[in-house]
Structures are given as C-alpha cells and as structure tokens.
C-alpha cells in the first residue's frame, strides 16, 4: 500500500468513526492528527491551517498562500484552498463547515485563539476534541509504523552506547546536552525532541532541562532523550554515574530495574494499563520507596512523543496488539538525585516486544 | 528594578486592563504570556500547568507535582498548586475559577483539549483570547526588552556574517541548515528557533524548511534564521549565491534592498503598520514584480517569534515606541528562486532604530 492508498483508507477509518460518533466535519491543524491523515505538518504559526474533513465529503486542506508551495499534492487526501495574507481564514473555515453542522471535532492541540473563533462563526455546533474520532486509529500502530519506531529505537541505543564510552565529569549538562543532540540527528533523525541531563541533584526533577551545572566526580546522571525519525518518535532513558556508584545508589538502581523488568514482562495483550503501572509500582513501594515514585510508569508513543495509551493509575483500557508505549519508572530523592530507566516497547501476541537494546545496566563513565 | 519587582508590576498591568474589559480571570498556559507575567515557561506536553490570576485576588499556578521543582519560587507573582498523576488538573482549575465568574480569557496557544474541559466545567463564562489583555502589555517593549532584542540580533548578525566566508555549493541545504544552528547557539542563544535555507526553486518557498537538496553552481539561497536568547528572538534574512549572481538576479535583488530600506525609514511612530507595509509593496510593484510578493511585510518579535504587531494591509495601528518588529519584504519565482531581505527594527522617538547590522549586500560564496 502506498502513501496516498495508506492515507485514504486512513480517512476512511475516520469518517467511519465519525459516523458512530454522529460527527459532522473533523477540523485539524498543528499535532500529529493531520500528518497522520494528509501527510502534511502544519506550521505551529499564527497563520491558521487547517484540514475540513467532513464526514460525507471531500477533504479540504486551508492553507496560507505563502506555505502552499510546502505542500505535497495528494489528489486522494485532500484539495488544497490557498488564503492570501487579507482574507479570514476563519470564514473561510466556516464556509466549508456549513451552517448545519451539529457536532465538529477539533484537533487536540488547536490553539485557543482558533477555537474560540470557530466556536463564534459556527455557533450552533457542538464541539468535541479530534482525538475521540482519531486516538482509536493511531493508538494501533500497523507494521509498518511498528517498523518505523523501531528503527528510531535502534538510532536512540546506538546513542545510548555511544555516550558510554565517554566522559561526563567537569562538562556542562548544557554540554553533555549538545552531544545527545548531535548524535541523535547523526544517527538517523530529523528533529531532536528532547535530551535531558539531569546530574546530582537536577534529576531528582524528572522533567530538567540542561543547565549550565558542572558534572561532578560522585553524579548520578538522568539521560533522558529522543527524537523524531521519518515522522516516528524515539525515547529512552539510561543511566549514568561518574566513579564509582555507592552502594545506596546501587541498591536503588538494581531495585528500578527489577520494577522496570516486571512491569515489561507484564505489558502483555489484554492486561490493563493500569496493571501494567501497578506492577512498577508494587516493587518500588515494597522496596520502601513509594512515595519516590511520583509519576505514571508510561506514556503512548508514535507520531507524537506523548499520545495515548498512558500507563496510570485509572486506565483500565486493556492493551491490544500494536499499543506503542514507554516504560519508565522512577525513584527521585530531592535535592540528592533521581533515577529513571525505559524503554519502548509494543504489545502483541507474541508478548511484549521491547524495541529499545542498549545496555541497561549502570554505564561508569569518568 | 529586579524580576520579582518586575513580574508584579506586569500582573498589576495585566489587572488594569481586565477591568476595563470586565474579565475576571486570566488563564495562562503554553505561550509567552506566562512567562511574561511569572517568569516560568509552561512544557507543551499533555499534563496541564496554567496559571490563575483572578482580577481580585492572588495568582495560583497549578502544575504536575513532577515538574513541580523545575518552577523557581516567585512569591510575588504566584503561589504553586501541584497536581498528582490521579488527580483532575481541569477541576482544580475550575474550582480556582469559580462559578462567579462571566468572562474568562485564555492563552491564545492554549490546547483545545484544555480549553474544551475547562468551557464545559465553568459553562456560565464567556471565553476570550488571552491576547486582548496581554498583547497591549507585551507590544510596547521597554529599555531592558530592547536590549535584550538587540543583543539577540548582534548574535545573528554574527553569525550571518560569519557564513559570508563559508561555502554552500556541493553540501545539502540540510548541512547548511546544521552550521547555521550550530552557530546560532555558539553566539548565546539557548534554543534555535529555525534556519530556513531554500536554495534555487527551494527559496521560492517562503517558509520551506532545510532538505537533501544539495546547492549548486548560481544557486539563489535564502537564509532566514533565528533562535531565543535571554528569553527574547531574534530574527534575520540574509541573501546568498553560489558564484557571480545574473544580471536578473543582482536587478531584483537592488529592488529589494531599495523596498526594504524605503520601508525601515518609514517605520516611525504614528505611522500605521500597514502604511509600512504599502512602502515596500509600492516600490516592487513599481519594479514589476507586485505579484511576487506574496506574504505581509512584517510580524512583531518579543518573547514569540511572531506576536503584535503585524505589517500588514488592513492594520491601521500606529506603531509607537518600543514596538519591535521585522521588515521582510520578499520576491518570488516559483520553480527558479526567491530572496528576502529582513532585519528587527524598534519604532522610537528617535526615528527607526535597526537592530541588525549584518551586511545585507548579496553574499557571493563558494
């Protein structure tokens, strides 16, 4: 199947679903949705783009004249209706909506300045987010996007084992940073997502961005990266310690990594996400750290970095065969340190396939 | 006057205007209102920070506990609110609302997941974009803002300058691209914000990003690029060709510069915007080439890429001191090439003020 054969029967699926939903016309701009249905990105601009499916018409890609050149025809997927810098694209948006549309579903990530103006020119519509017609679509990933993440796996371990051969202490996070960054588009990928170095104290905060701190002889460091290739997100989180680790820092290391282990093992089809965090969660509570553990075990991945199906606490959806998703679970001791290990990993018949390879042990780098 | 200082006076502001307009609460998520009014940058991820800032009362902002410690304390500016992986972030929010209230404004860049919940949870107020506070506050820039946008466009002016003595045949715009962001953060910046490189029919491309395309011999390259230093971005378009220029392009070039430069000169306070914006029009028009140019002539630049105001017909907003914005006038051949010519210039009391000084003659390189 190609592109365009893939991106109709894509749309198909949507309108499909908007049918069960009684969905009038799906509205999509910035986020994921609309690549995965044209093909196209949009500009995260103040010039609005926007696709204008509805459910029993053709698909009409709005765009600003001065991005139409960026545009890849795809005669099956969609028209293209080009605005010039003084026209409204709003009302533009509103025409193609129609006075009788009852029900619209906007894309997740569609800024509020849009929204609200969509909502004001198409008032008698309700609105509903684009990902109750889109989640069900994306949250299975077919073979070739399984293929397509695991090949940005494999980037991101190259990486990983890359950086174990090299030195930590007296460099900048900021510096450490720049390295991942360079070495995850060297190996593959368009765009660098995110690299966390999170040395000493710094990854007790899960989400730290690089700071000019100096790695000291004795860190512990959170490396914490990934990125976006052909269109597929990477994500993986290893450890590393300059010198050697004392023995707490083991002890708490070999206890992540058997709660890592079990909750992989459990991420089997039909089991619940909920399950799945639960098991990360036993272990580190029984190990006496709990309350360390202070977010999610995982997160859905795909053409997003962060999608549906999280694994937490409340999510009761059992796992289908080609649910993508990280498994990450974490101990962060304030102002001390923090420690992190994940993976990606697909669920399916033949259990879970963790598609992330480096080393996961302790790397010891000077 | 220090940040904390700083931040109060901005939110007593930001409380003057939403009387006049008769909001009760301001809701900041994603976007540089937040860090404009508390100094913390929300993560564009699907866990919801945002602040609260009532008309009447103290600001609260509510954010995941696990990025609860990259928030710098700012006890003047707001009190944290964190939120666990199980708890409802949207009825946090809501509560803080209120059902008193009648008119809300949201961040323009807000997630319409986001912004969907929180209608349905305060159903009795009317929502607006953030902007119609925040943009009046923002557009004017004072000293230390403009400082900060200089010292940003001296670092690309660095750097455009530094790639006059680089060679672009034979390597691949993306390569290209690479060397320009690399230096981009050599010179200070913390993040690259884009470097468009469109060589040959690529340039006729406004906003195309960097490819595989590999430059050749008489090759036309546009360079625009810019990043956030300090908070604050810069912005420059620089023109580029590989070997000695055609007599066409060196004629449409000299337009351009003479489009560019009548436009900066007009760019004094009272004038509308969209004045600015007739000055280069009229001069390529009058060359021949009116239908080339096909986008605005400029946006504003701050804490965003892209805010108030903006050149374009249909603006009539005088400019006043301190606004800062670009003047890019650009000519286009689709399927042959482009040019653009851009620097950030300030409206002042002064006249013009120009930040950028990189040469703008066309490079000829190798």
């Known amino acids: 199947m190609d592109l365009n054969e893939q991106l109709a029967a894509r749309?198909?699926?949507?309108?499909?679903?908007?049918?069960e939903l009684a969905i009038d016309v799906l509205l999509l701009s910035v986020g994921a949705d609309l690549?995965?249905?044209?093909?196209?990105?949009?500009m995260p601009l103040e010039r609005l783009t926007m696709l204008v499916l509805p459910r029993g018409g053709e698909s009409i890609l709005v765009v600003p004249e001065l991005e139409a050149p960026r545009v890849e025809p795809r005669p099956g997927a969609f028209e293209l209706r080009t605005w010039s810098e003084t026209e409204d694209p709003i009302a533009i948006v509103a025409g193609l909506v129609g006075p009788a549309a009852r029900s619209?579903?906007?894309?997740?990530?569609?800024w509020a300045r849009f929204v609200l103006r969509i909502q004001d020119a198409v008032p008698a519509a309700r609105?509903?987010?684009?990902?109750?017609?889109?989640s069900p679509l994306r949250v299975v990933k077919d073979s070739t996007e399984v293929e397509a993440l695991r090949a940005a796996a494999h980037a991101v371990d190259a990486v990983g084992a890359e950086m174990r051969g090299r030195p930590f202490g007296g460099r900048t996070e900021l510096d450490i940073h720049r390295e991942f960054s360079d070495r995850i588009l060297e190996h593959g990928h368009e765009r660098v997502n995110f690299a966390i170095v999170g040395s000493g104290p710094n990854g007790a905060s899960p989400h730290h961005e690089a700071s000019a701190r100096v790695v000291n002889d004795g860190d512990v460091v959170v490396c914490d990266?990934?990125?976006?290739?052909?269109?597929?997100c990477s994500d993986i989180t290893r450890m590393f310690v300059v010198g050697e680790p004392s023995a707490e820092v083991r002890d708490v290391y070999d206890l992540l990594v058997d709660?890592?282990?079990?909750?992989?093992?459990?991420?089997t089809v039909g089991t619940s996400c909920e399950a799945v965090?639960?098991?990360?969660?036993?272990?580190?509570?029984a190990g006496g750290y709990g309350d360390r553990f202070i977010h999610r075990t995982g997160h859905g991945i795909g053409l997003e970095a962060h999608e549906d199906p999280y694994l937490v606490s409340g999510n009761r959806t059992p796992l289908e065969p080609g649910h993508a998703f990280s498994i990450e679970p974490g101990i962060y001791?304030?102002?001390?340190?923090?420690?992190?290990?994940?993976?990606?990993?697909?669920?399916?018949?033949?259990?879970?396939d963790r598609l992330n390879a480096a080393p996961r042990d302790l790397a010891i780098v000077g």
């Open 104 to 110: 619209v579903a906007i894309g997740d990530q569609t």
């Open 333 to 352: 001791f304030p102002g001390r340190f923090g420690m992190r290990l994940e993976d990606i990993v697909v669920a399916s018949d033949d259990g879970p």
């Open 225 to 232: 990266f990934g990125g976006t290739m052909d269109g597929y």
């Open 11 to 19: 749309q198909a699926r949507a309108r499909e679903r908007m049918d």
């Open 277 to 285: 965090d639960a098991t990360a969660r036993r272990i580190i509570a």
């Open 35 to 42: 690549p995965y249905l044209t093909g196209y990105e949009a």
């Open 259 to 267: 709660a890592q282990e079990h909750a992989v093992r459990a991420a």
């Open 127 to 134: 609105m509903h987010p684009a990902s109750v017609v889109t």
